[in-house]
């Protein structure tokens, strides 16, 4: 087990936000866990779990203990009737992951391609993306109570997926309430990727480039390249400029608040839900307030896609955690004023 002081997170943030964890441990292993809850110096210390810092904004200096997520490992542990089931370590970076099982033969994680992250962060927040979502290929996963050490499994039912939203999201209520935020280490991850693969396809860019290509029939690898231009086209890549992916999550509104809405903003994008609701594209109501491409300090909205927050300082001058959060507080009041509707943030401020 190795204990650093005084760590750069600048590189460890996909913001590239300037900051130091004051005290952390890079857990390689299951043993790590154990030997730091172990150690009389660490074991009583609030703990901050990193994995691939694509979805923080860090706002200073860290002083909770980093766990810095770096167990590896890619390999097929099962195969059953309909499925192959495939174990990643939680400090696999998520795209090699998706690429390893398509140059395996193992189809489903294709429409997940290049999204920034690990392993380990993927089922936190149920990442999802041109109609797949993680809760679609999960399997189950190991993780490690903080306070007890004790080592626990978890099947997709007990996860509590929903849209960005996992039990690790949640901090419990009473003495019977789910809630493993800040809690739980996730040191494995294992997906079932179906033998009857059926490719997903009914998402307007896919569609796009269905229309272009003579290729009706696409395979898992022709998806995968199709996701990984479409995302290279409107996303802007962290390792060029710095940003989280999306900043808000898609709000969700009843018919009612949405024929009242669509009464006063007719071309507002929106999508039927199964359950009845209507999701309202974030990206469009930013857009819509005149936010893409204004700046405040060195936090930037993207030029491309007004959902994502960018750091317009590079490496040399780069955005504060608070410029980030200014910038957000004031596109949540525009668009609160003009739609009357509370955009929630997706990453996790530290
Ligand atoms: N739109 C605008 N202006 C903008 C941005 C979007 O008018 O500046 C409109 C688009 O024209 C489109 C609609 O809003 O009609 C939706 O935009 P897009 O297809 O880009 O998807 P999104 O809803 O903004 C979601 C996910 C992304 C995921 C894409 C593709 C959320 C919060 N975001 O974005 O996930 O890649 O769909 O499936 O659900 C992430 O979570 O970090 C992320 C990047």
């Avoid at 600048?10 to 900051?19: D, L, P």
């Avoid at 696999?92 to 395996?104: G, P």
């Avoid at 896919?206 to 290729?215: G, R, V």
């Amino acid at each position: 087990m190795l204990v650093e002081k005084n760590v750069p997170l600048q590189f460890s943030n996909t913001f590239g936000i300037m900051a130091k964890a004051l005290t952390l441990v890079r857990i390689a292993s299951e043993k790590d866990v154990a030997d730091t809850l172990a150690d009389p110096a660490l074991q009583a210390a609030p703990k901050f779990v990193l994995g691939g810092g694509s979805n923080i904004v860090i706002t200073g200096d860290v002083r909770s203990l980093v766990l810095k997520v770096e167990i590896m490992g890619k390999r097929l542990v099962e195969e059953t009737a309909k499925a192959w089931i495939v174990e990643a370590g939680a400090g696999e970076n998520w795209h090699d992951l998706v690429t390893w099982t398509l140059q395996n033969g193992f189809p489903g994680l294709e429409n997940l391609a290049l999204i920034p992250g690990t392993v380990g962060g993927s089922p936190v927040q149920n990442i999802g993306a041109y109609g797949v979502e993680l809760q679609d290929r999960f399997e189950s996963l190991d993780a490690i109570d903080l306070s007890t050490g004790k080592a626990f499994t978890l099947n997709a039912a007990q996860c509590a997926f929903g849209y960005r939203d996992s039990v690790f999201k949640h901090v419990s209520t009473g003495p019977n309430g789910l809630g493993l935020a800040g809690k739980a280490l996730i040191t494995r991850v294992r997906f079932a990727l179906p033998k009857a693969w059926k490719p997903v396809l009914g998402y307007a860019d896919i569609e796009k480039k269905m229309a272009q290509t003579p290729n009706t029939v696409p395979d898992a690898l022709q998806i995968y390249e199709w996701i990984c231009e479409i995302r290279k086209a409107k996303l802007p890549d962290p390792k060029v400029i710095g940003n989280a992916g999306s900043f808000f999550k898609n709000p969700t509104v009843s018919p009612e608040q949405c024929a009242d809405i669509i009464a006063r903003e007719p071309k507002i994008v929106h999508y039927h839900l199964a359950d009845g609701s209507v999701k309202l594209a974030a990206g469009w109501l930013i857009d819509a307030c005149g936010w893409k491409g204004k700046t405040i300090g060195n936090a930037g909205v993207y030029d491309r896609q007004a959902l994502v927050l960018v750091n317009k300082g590079g490496t040399q001058q780069p955005v504060t955690g608070g410029e980030v959060m200014t910038l957000a507080k004031a596109i949540q009041t525009s668009v609160y004023e003009r739609f009357g509707i509370l955009l929630e943030p997706e990453p996790v401020v530290v």
